[in-house]
Structure formats: structure tokens, C-alpha cells
């Protein structure tokens, strides 16, 4: 009830498992919006889930990123990204709805999953970023904005939009409130963001007021 009252157009979920995907369909379904969904790897039982309304969307094509093909240190985790891609008002926008694995802060790049895997994103997002006109990142990349992983992303030219917001946190696991949820956009893109439901380091998550240990 919670993410439709939202009225989004888009909806991007992480950690979705079969029942939890069966009953948004169930109840998105009559809202106008269709989806997309890929499970992980590893035998994870979850995955990512997109919901887009069909108008003002035409669906165009959909990828899945596998982040530990070939790479033992990060296959165990299973996470991916889904990518999706669609028309409107006569241009093409790309949707990549991703979790990333955490590790410490203080873990070596060179032995950082998350970081590994937001490497292996940006170079496929390099392979097919032309056929989308704007690019949309949105997800739980499990790292703070000042963090390598972040980095990366900046440094291939995203941004994400509630950075000249303050005290954004979309999360308090451990006790203290931060950001490590994101919605990135290419620079073809113009954010114009709403405030986050603001929470301190002991606000109770999930609540009734806020149903899921991550804000939206």
C-alpha cells in the first residue's frame, strides 16, 4: 500500500523475494504499471524488481548484469544489476536498478566487492549507454557519497540528486543514520528531488510510517 500510495512512474526494488514480487504485481498490476525482475545468483532467493507505468513507457529492451562472472572474489554475493530500457515522448531512457555488495570501509579496493562490482557496471554501461538518451541509477550500493564505490560512478559521469540536500540519509542500520541509496542520473538529465523522510540515528525502521529499513 505504502509504494503505491508513492504514485511514481518508475519503482525500483532491491531485496525482492518471489511472495513479496507476487504480491506487488498482484497489486501494481491494476495501478496501470508493468515490470521486469531479476532474481541473483548464487542461489540467492531475492532480487531486483522494476515497475514502470505503460504510459507514459514503451517497453524497448532489458539486460541483466551477472557482476561474478568470471570473478570468484564477487561470485559468491549473486548481485546484479537489471537494466531496463524505455521510450517516451520520443527518446529513450535507460533504468539500471542494482544492489552492491557491502564490505568494510576500511577494506582494500583491490579486495572491495561493491567496488568491484560498481567497475564492472560502468564498463557495461559504457558498451550501451548511446542507446538510451538519459540514464537513471537507482539502488542500494551499500557505500556513503564520499566512498570509493561512488566514485566511480561520478567519475563516469553521474550524479546522484540529493547531494545539495543535507542530512539525506536513506538508511540507520548499525545505529547511524546515512546514505547508501541512490538515484543517479546522467548529465542529459535535470534532477529535481524531494525531500527524504528525515531520520536520526535511533528513528525506528522499519515503522509504521516507513515500512522498509530503507527510505525511498
Same mark, same amino acid.
Given at each position: 500500500?505504502?509504494?503505491?500510495?508513492?504514485?511514481?512512474?518508475?519503482?525500483?526494488?532491491?531485496?525482492?523475494?518471489?511472495?513479496?514480487? &507476487?504480491?506487488?504485481?498482484?497489486?501494481?498490476? *491494476?495501478?496501470?504499471?508493468?515490470? +521486469?525482475?531479476?532474481?541473483?545468483?548464487?542461489?540467492?532467493?531475492?532480487?531486483?524488481? #522494476? $515497475?514502470?507505468?505503460?504510459? =507514459? $513507457?514503451?517497453?524497448?529492451?532489458?539486460?541483466?548484469?551477472?557482476?561474478?562472472?568470471?570473478?570468484?572474489?564477487?561470485? !559468491? &554475493?549473486?548481485?546484479?544489476?537489471?537494466?531496463?530500457?524505455? %521510450?517516451?515522448?520520443?527518446?529513450?531512457?535507460?533504468?539500471?536498478?542494482?544492489?552492491l555488495a557491502w564490505?568494510? =570501509?576500511?577494506?582494500?579496493?583491490?579486495? %572491495?566487492?561493491?567496488?568491484?562490482q560498481v567497475e564492472?557496471?560502468?564498463?557495461?554501461?559504457?558498451?550501451?549507454?548511446?542507446?538510451?538518451?538519459?540514464?537513471?541509477?537507482?539502488?542500494?550500493?551499500?557505500?556513503? =557519497? /564520499? &566512498?570509493?564505490?561512488? +566514485?566511480?560512478?561520478?567519475? !563516469?559521469? $553521474?550524479?546522484? !540528486? %540529493?547531494?545539495?540536500?543535507?542530512?539525506?540519509? #536513506?538508511?540507520?542500520?548499525?545505529?547511524? +543514520?546515512?546514505?547508501?541509496?541512490?538515484?543517479?542520473? &546522467?548529465?542529459?538529465?535535470? =534532477?529535481? *528531488?524531494?525531500?527524504?523522510? @528525515?531520520?536520526?540515528?535511533?528513528t525506528p525502521l @522499519?515503522? +509504521?510510517?516507513? @515500512? /522498509?529499513?530503507?527510505? @525511498?
Open positions: 500500500q505504502y509504494i503505491a500510495n508513492l504514485a511514481t512512474d518508475v519503482i525500483c526494488l532491491q531485496e525482492t523475494e518471489a511472495d513479496i514480487f &507476487s504480491a506487488l504485481r498482484t497489486r501494481l498490476g *491494476p495501478l496501470g504499471y508493468t515490470l +521486469a525482475y531479476a532474481r541473483k545468483g548464487a542461489g540467492r532467493p531475492d532480487g531486483c524488481a #522494476t $515497475f514502470y507505468r505503460q504510459t =507514459p $513507457f514503451e517497453f524497448v529492451g532489458s539486460c541483466v548484469v551477472q557482476y561474478g562472472n568470471g570473478d570468484t572474489r564477487v561470485a !559468491a &554475493s549473486g548481485d546484479i544489476a537489471l537494466v531496463v530500457m524505455l %521510450h517516451t515522448d520520443g527518446r529513450r531512457i535507460g533504468l539500471i536498478n542494482t544492489h564490505d568494510p =570501509p576500511e577494506t582494500p579496493i583491490g579486495e %572491495h566487492r561493491g567496488y568491484r564492472k557496471l560502468a564498463n557495461e554501461w559504457t558498451g550501451i549507454k548511446d542507446r538510451c538518451d538519459g540514464w537513471l541509477i537507482c539502488g542500494d550500493l551499500n557505500a556513503t =557519497p /564520499s &566512498s570509493d564505490v561512488v +566514485a566511480v560512478l561520478t567519475r !563516469a559521469g $553521474f550524479r546522484y !540528486a %540529493h547531494r545539495n540536500l543535507p542530512e539525506t540519509y #536513506t538508511c540507520n542500520v548499525g545505529g547511524h +543514520a546515512k546514505m547508501i541509496d541512490y538515484l543517479l542520473y &546522467s548529465s542529459t538529465l535535470r =534532477p529535481e *528531488p524531494d525531500p527524504v523522510y @528525515p531520520i536520526l540515528d535511533d @522499519p515503522s +509504521a510510517e516507513q @515500512p /522498509s529499513d530503507h527510505l @525511498p
